[in-house]
């Protein structure tokens, strides 16, 4: 059974593609490389024994999606594409708005296409949301049915991308959509040959650590002390990517099983500050990561965690592995790939 992985070259498009075949699917990537390399395709054919079918194009190009999804004939579309650092979607929202939400567009457009000319199946898409729905939590852990609020383009775009589903379900009764809202991915498959890999100057906490522990960088700059948390830092539910690549395969198999649509968090359900990954990092990597304090970033929130029990109700997933682990990991991926990619 095939399943089509738009963005399937990038960071977790790429994990869960290693963990469908390992669940007997049969993962198609499609992929325009904006922010991936054409070297993770052989990468992939290490880790799993095989060559997986490959699409290079852009996601927004309606009727070459359609000729994709004709010649394939998917059981099922996981959308991970689209544009992703929050810092720059604040300086270049059409950017995103046109990326994120074009592509999400252009993608279920092509599916309906697809779908009345053979109406035999039904179309079933996994989307990739983001805690980020949630903007400033009240309180955590954070439920499905918190309010939902943006703070920038980025996210405002996942929210977008969301009503569009909501108001297509309900249009369209055959659609099957799992919307999936991740907390804070990390981590790298165990060969070491599959991982994170930033362009320029990392936004995001674990990438820029490894970055230290290997000296590529001289310091972390930990932003903001003074939170109301237990040590003054931020707060984050970190998950493993390899058990967000499970909760993938979970929801796809719920969505052809069941056929009910839904939305679930994926996270742990524990938080650990900043301070808590920068020990367990040196821990994993027996290297030092010095730090300075600064002052706090614009737009972070103090604390946010997820309350994982719905993914654990409908889906039968959770997460298995610690933040020790995800530091090993992802370190084994740093230490062996210290410019990512490109060699
Ligand atoms: P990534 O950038 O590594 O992967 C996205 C992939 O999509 C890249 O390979 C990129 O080349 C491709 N792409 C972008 N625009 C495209 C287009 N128009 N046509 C074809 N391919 C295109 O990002 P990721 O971390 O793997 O994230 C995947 C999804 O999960 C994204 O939608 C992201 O917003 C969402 N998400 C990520 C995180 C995170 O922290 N990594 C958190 C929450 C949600
Ligand atoms: N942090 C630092 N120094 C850094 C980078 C981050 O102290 O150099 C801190 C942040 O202030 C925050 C924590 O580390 O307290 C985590 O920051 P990240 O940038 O790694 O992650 P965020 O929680 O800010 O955001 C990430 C993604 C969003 C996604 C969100 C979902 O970047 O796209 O997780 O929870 F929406």
Same mark, same amino acid.
């Given at each position: 059974?095939? =399943?089509?992985?738009?963005?399937?070259?990038?960071?977790?498009?790429?994990?869960?593609?290693?963990?469908?075949?390992? !669940?007997?699917?049969?993962?198609?990537?499609?992929?325009?490389?904006?922010?991936?390399?054409?070297?993770?395709?052989?990468?992939?054919?290490?880790?799993?024994? &095989?060559? %997986? $079918?490959?699409?290079?194009?852009?996601?927004?190009?309606?009727?070459? =999606?359609?000729?994709?999804?004709?010649?394939?004939?998917?059981?099922?579309?996981?959308?991970?594409?689209?544009?992703?650092?929050?810092?720059?979607?604040?300086?270049?929202? @059409?950017? #995103?708005?046109?990326?994120?939400?074009?592509?999400?567009?252009?993608?279920?457009?092509?599916?309906?296409?697809?779908?009345?000319?053979?109406?035999?199946?039904? /179309?079933?898409? *996994?989307?990739?949301?983001? !805690?980020?729905? #949630?903007?400033?939590?009240?309180? *955590?852990?954070?439920?499905?049915?918190? $309010?939902?609020?943006?703070?920038?383009?980025?996210?405002?775009?996942?929210?977008?991308?969301?009503?569009? @589903?909501?108001?297509?379900?309900?249009?369209? $009764?055959?659609?099957?959509?799992?919307?999936?809202?991740?907390?804070?991915?990390?981590?790298?498959? /165990?060969?070491? @040959?599959?991982?994170?890999?930033? !362009?320029?100057?990392?936004?995001?906490? %674990?990438?820029?650590?490894?970055? =230290?522990?290997?000296? &590529?960088?001289?310091?972390?700059? *930990? #932003?903001?002390?003074?939170? $109301?948390? +237990?040590?003054?830092?931020?707060?984050?539910?970190?998950?493993?990517?390899?058990?967000? !690549?499970?909760?993938?395969?979970?929801?796809? &198999?719920?969505?052809?099983?069941?056929?009910?649509?839904?939305? =679930?968090?994926?996270?742990?359900?524990?938080?650990?500050? *900043? @301070?808590?990954?920068?020990?367990?990092?040196?821990?994993?990597?027996?290297?030092?990561? /010095?730090?300075?304090?600064? +002052?706090?970033?614009?737009?972070?929130?103090? &604390?946010?965690?997820?309350?994982?029990?719905?993914?654990?109700?409908?889906?039968?997933?959770?997460?298995?592995?610690?933040?020790?682990?995800?530091?090993?990991?992802?370190?084994?991926?740093?230490?062996?790939?210290?410019?990512?990619?490109?060699?």
């Amino acid at each position: 059974m095939k =399943v089509l992985l738009t963005g399937g070259a990038g960071y977790i498009g790429s994990h869960t593609a290693v963990a469908l075949i390992e !669940a007997g699917f049969e993962p198609v990537l499609l992929d325009n490389f904006a922010n991936s390399h054409p070297v993770v395709l052989d990468r992939l054919a290490r880790i799993t024994g &095989q060559t %997986m $079918p490959f699409e290079q194009g852009d996601v927004l190009d309606t009727p070459w =999606v359609e000729d994709v999804l004709r010649r394939h004939r998917p059981v099922g579309v996981i959308h991970f594409a689209g544009d992703k650092a929050v810092g720059e979607s604040v300086a270049l929202p @059409l950017k #995103y708005f046109h990326n994120n939400i074009g592509g999400a567009v252009s993608l279920l457009r092509a599916m309906e296409a697809v779908h009345a000319q053979d109406p035999s199946t039904a /179309p079933t898409l *996994v989307f990739s949301s983001s !805690a980020t729905v #949630y903007g400033d939590p009240a309180t *955590v852990p954070i439920t499905e049915d918190f $309010p939902r609020s943006h703070t920038n383009p980025y996210g405002h775009s996942k929210l977008v991308i969301e009503d569009m @589903l909501t108001a297509l379900c309900a249009a369209r $009764p055959a659609w099957r959509v799992g919307t999936l809202r991740y907390f804070n991915p990390v981590g790298a498959h /165990p060969s070491g @040959l599959i991982g994170e890999d930033p !362009a320029g100057i990392p936004n995001n906490l %674990m990438p820029y650590v490894a970055q =230290v522990a290997v000296g &590529q960088r001289e310091h972390l700059n *930990v #932003y903001g002390n003074d939170y $109301p948390t +237990p040590d003054g830092t931020g707060v984050r539910d970190y998950i493993h990517v390899q058990d967000l !690549a499970a909760g993938h395969v979970a929801a796809i &198999q719920a969505l052809l099983s069941r056929g009910e649509s839904f939305t =679930v968090n994926l996270g742990t359900g524990s938080g650990h500050s *900043v @301070l808590d990954v920068v020990r367990a990092f040196e821990k994993a990597s027996g290297r030092p990561v /010095p730090y300075r304090i600064a +002052p706090r970033r614009a737009g972070d929130v103090a &604390q946010c965690w997820a309350d994982p029990a719905r993914a654990s109700r409908l889906l039968g997933w959770q997460a298995k592995l610690t933040l020790d682990q995800m530091c090993a990991d992802a370190w084994r991926w740093q230490s062996a790939n210290p410019n990512g990619y490109k060699g």
